[in-house]
């Protein structure tokens, strides 16, 4: 069997379809399904059952699936070490919610580059949950997110960097109050109630009973801060130490929750791949600060 065929069958189960593969692998739906039905002739079962006018991977195709991701990923570090600088060179994938690109990030990056100047690093923006989805599909290295909201699967490491207490962000010029009485007196901006942080604050405004009243719902926090900025409303957001000290100059920051309530913030990554020496280099250089 071939590794472009495991492969092959990844890309199926994360694309939801044989067309889809195709598309993400630059291959016809046809290639798709002969790499396919090839390694299913190799092992002498079926991997998908149809169901419908869908295939659906089946018992069998969900363990040639485990196997095969074992098989990848040792295959993907194939070449880990080798060579005097093996580690210092080539591309590193990450991703970074908005408060840690905004805040540690850079400088984390800067000295990281320093240390390995040959290192090429692409750091991609999102929301926590589907940074998470990046680093489990192999589009990424590794993310720096919200501690996930679930129980991290065996194959997946979790490292805390830093916990980010929640604030009230609001207009510099708007009076100073508490937080639940800024939130009933002033438009409410909140945050896409699919970001994990933002399922923390629900669930705190929740507990506390607090109903705001609701201008918009964005899935950005730097859309949220300028909507902030133009007087539209007050937010509430995760900040780091940095992140906050900067923010202070410009808005007002009153600590969230009673008792204030924090998030985690750290480094969510495969337990096995090829760039995991460089990964716990810039977890060194974070807790370095």
Known sequence: MSIKALRTLRAIVQQGSFAAAGDKLGLTQAAVSIQIRQLEEQLGVTLFDRVGRNQVLNHDGRLVLERGEQILDMYDQLG????????????LLIGAVFSVQTGALGPVLARLRDRY???????????SIDLAERVESGELDA??????????????DWSTLECEPFYVVAHKNLPVQSDAEMIRTYPFIRLDPRAWAGTMIDNELR??????????ELDSLQAALMMVEQ???????ALGKRKAEYLRQTFSLVPFGDPVIHRNVGVYQRREHSRKALVQAVIDEYIAL
């Open 231 to 237: 007087k539209l409303g007050v937010t509430v957001m």
């Open 207 to 216: 507990r506390r009973g607090i109903t705001p009243d609701e201008m918009m």
């Open 117 to 127: 100047p040959q290192l090429k690093i692409k750091v991609m923006r999102g929301m």
């Open 143 to 156: 993310v720096l997110i919200t501690e996930p909201q679930r129980k991290i699967a065996e194959r997946y």
């Open 80 to 91: 880990n070490g080798l060579g005097h600088e093996g580690q210092c060179k080539g591309e």
